[in-house]
């Protein structure tokens, strides 16, 4: 859609809808820029969301994609003080990032998927969510050579580490997880009744098939394996 045509429409209004509770953006384009969207759209819109996704469209060439620095996201996440689920394509990061003084609340997310990269080390630090019960840490696009190799570097042991004790349903990726580190992510866990594997071949992976004879499984609910599928 031209640029032009997306001037328009921001500022008619129509994305300052007081009803408005759900957005969904591709990350290709003019709206895959989230400050361009936000500076042409009346802040509305971001006050009263509940729903929001930032995902890779899947026509747009990853030259045109835009994925979120971990910084802009927690930006992003601050302008969202409703959000009840997000999903969130993350640019690849491998170093940590500045801790925000005072962790972001947001008193009413139950969800949070990651789509694509995990969080980068220390991304949690910088939220408060007390609701949260169900995160997605699925389709990771990890290169085995950047895997972390200690706690400090894995962000998404991060989170677990900050908020797995409140968590009933994770979902994880096998690629994602250094075989060493997968005891210690279920010991993060001890309340999750629902424990989802998503990926191509799942049930033969050696993740699969260490989780499906490990004790450390003892309190689970349900424990299977999906493709890995778009949110």
């Known amino acids: 859609m031209p640029s032009a045509t997306l001037h328009r429409m921001?500022?008619?209004?129509?994305?300052?809808?007081?009803?408005?509770?759900?957005?969904?953006?591709?990350?290709?384009?003019?709206?895959?820029?989230?400050?361009?969207?936000?500076e042409t759209?009346?802040?509305?819109?971001?006050?009263?969301?509940?729903?929001?996704?930032?995902?890779?469209?899947?026509?747009?060439?990853?030259?045109?994609?835009?994925?979120?620095?971990?910084?802009?996201?927690?930006?992003?996440?601050?302008?969202?003080?409703?959000?009840?689920?997000?999903v969130l394509t993350l640019e690849s990061e491998y170093g940590h990032i500045p801790v925000q003084l005072t962790p972001t609340p947001l008193p009413n997310l139950t969800r949070l998927a990651f789509t694509s990269h995990p969080p980068p080390p220390r991304f949690a630090s910088s939220l408060d969510l007390p609701l949260l019960r169900h995160v997605d840490l699925?389709?990771?696009?990890?290169?085995?050579?950047?895997l972390p190799q200690s706690e400090s570097d894995d962000g998404a042991l991060g989170l677990l580490q900050r908020l797995g004790h409140q968590l009933q349903v994770v979902t994880l990726h096998p690629r994602s997880i250094l075989p060493r580190s997968l005891r210690r992510y279920l010991q993060l866990l001890p309340n999750v009744v629902s424990l989802e594997i998503h990926g191509t071949d799942a049930r033969a992976s050696p993740l699969w098939l260490r989780l499906s004879s490990t004790s450390d499984l003892t309190s689970f609910n349900n424990l299977g394996s999906a493709p890995c599928s778009s949110h």
């Not at 699925?138 to 950047?146: G, N």
């Open 41 to 86: 759209s009346a802040m509305q819109i971001w006050e009263s969301v509940t729903k929001f996704a930032f995902e890779a469209g899947h026509d747009v060439p990853p030259a045109y994609q835009y994925p979120l620095r971990g910084q802009r996201a927690l930006r992003m996440l601050k302008s969202l003080p409703q959000l009840s689920e997000c």
């Open 138 to 146: 699925t389709c990771h696009v990890v290169d085995i050579r950047h």
């Open 10 to 38: 921001a500022s008619s209004g129509i994305f300052g809808a007081p009803p408005l509770r759900s957005v969904s953006m591709e990350m290709g384009g003019y709206w895959g820029n989230i400050d361009s969207a936000k």
